[in-house]
Structure formats: C-alpha cells, structure tokens
Nanobody, 117 residues
Framework: VQLQASGGGLVQPGGSLRLSCAASGSTFGIHVLGWYRQAPGKQRELVAA???????NYGDSVKGRFTISRDNAKNTVYLQMNSLETEDTAVYYC????????????WGQGTLVTVSS
C-alpha cells in the first residue's frame, strides 16, 4: 500500500490545520489508518489512529484538540488539528496498521507541521 500525506504548513499557536492521507495500491481491508509524528530529537509517537469501523485511539497530548476521521470509499484518513501548540511542531506521518496500538510497516512520506508565531 502507498500512502500520500498532505496538508502540513505553518500555523500560529491556537490555530487549526487539517491533514489528509490517501491510500492507494493494495488497499483492500486496510484495518487501521493512523497518524504518527516525530519532533526533532524525539521518538516517533502516536497521534491518532482509526479502524475501518470507526474506533479510535489518541495520544494523550492531543486528546480533546485533534480529531481523526476516515472516508473508506476514498481510502483517505484525515486529521483535524485545533488549538495547535508549539509542541505540536513535528513531521507527521501517515501509517497503515493491523491494530490501534502499534504502527504497521507502511508509512507515508511525512508532512511538516510548524506551529510558531
């Protein structure tokens, strides 16, 4: 499966941004699509993940601010990010997995989100 992420950019603290990730290739039965992020000098961490039937898992630092959604007909996952903080600055990666709790082996190319005034 190939994953193409888009939507990153520069936003001020308190602002919003929406990321999209389109899956192509062997998309039949992709159970979980998710977003992970990696900030400079830090390990990659879960942001949010969603199953094909809509169950979700969020990282603690984004709960209440970020919302993940999925359009199964388009094989696309979205991440709506609100109330962005400077600590959200990172490269965001799309991922296809079998479970909500750990990433799979298929990664998108990453999209940079910079939160700065």
């Amino acid at each position: 499966v190939q994953l193409q992420a888009s939507g990153g950019g520069l936003v001020q603290p308190g602002g919003s941004l929406r990321l999209s990730c389109a899956a192509s290739g062997s998309t039949f039965g992709i159970h979980v699509l998710g977003w992970y992020r990696q900030a400079p000098g830090k390990q990659r961490e879960l942001v949010a993940a969603i199953t094909i039937d809509g169950r979700t898992n969020y990282g603690d630092s984004v709960k209440g601010r970020f919302t993940i959604s999925r359009d199964n007909a388009k094989n696309t996952v979205y991440l709506q990010m609100n109330s962005l903080e400077t600590e959200d600055t990172a490269v965001y990666y799309c991922n296809a997995a079998l479970t909500l709790w750990r990433p799979g082996n298929s990664w998108g190319q990453g999209t940079l989100v910079t939160v700065s005034s």
